[in-house]
C-alpha cells in the first residue's frame, strides 16, 4: 500500500535531526570554560542548570568526553546565553 505521507511529512523527522544537530555544535572546550568562567559561575552551578554533574562538565571542558545530543543542545543553549550577557 502507497503511503499517503506527502514527500514533506516524510522529510520532517530528517530535518528535525538536522536541526537538533546543528543547534547542538559546541565551541570548543576551553572557550566553553571560558564562557563559564567569565560569567562566574563554578562547575557545580553550570551542572545544576543542565542536570547532569559537576564532574561531567569538567570533563566537557577538558574535552575528555563529548555531551550527548540531547544534552548538547541544552549545553549550546546555556553557553550561547551566558556569552550575550558577558558582552
Same mark, same amino acid.
Given at each position: ?9 516524510? +522529510? ?23 564562557? #563559564? ?7 557545580? #552551578? ?6 547532569? !554533574?559537576?564532574? +561531567? ?6 574535552? #575528555? +568526553? ?7 543542545? #541544552?549545553?549550546?543553549?546555556?553557553? !550561547? ?7
Amino acid at each position: 500500500m502507497a503511503s499517503l505521507r506527502s514527500p514533506s511529512d516524510r +522529510t520532517a523527522p530528517a530535518d528535525a535531526l538536522v536541526e537538533q544537530v546543528l543547534a547542538a555544535r559546541l565551541p570548543s572546550p576551553a572557550i566553553r570554560r571560558e564562557i #563559564r568562567e567569565t560569567a562566574g559561575l563554578s562547575y557545580r #552551578r553550570m551542572a545544576e542548570a543542565l542536570e547532569v !554533574d559537576s564532574m +561531567t562538565v569538567w570533563r566537557w571542558e577538558k574535552g #575528555r +568526553t563529548t555531551p550527548k545530543l540531547e544534552d548538547a543542545g #541544552r549545553y549550546r543553549s546555556l553557553l !550561547d546565553a551566558l556569552a550575550e550577557v558577558a558582552k
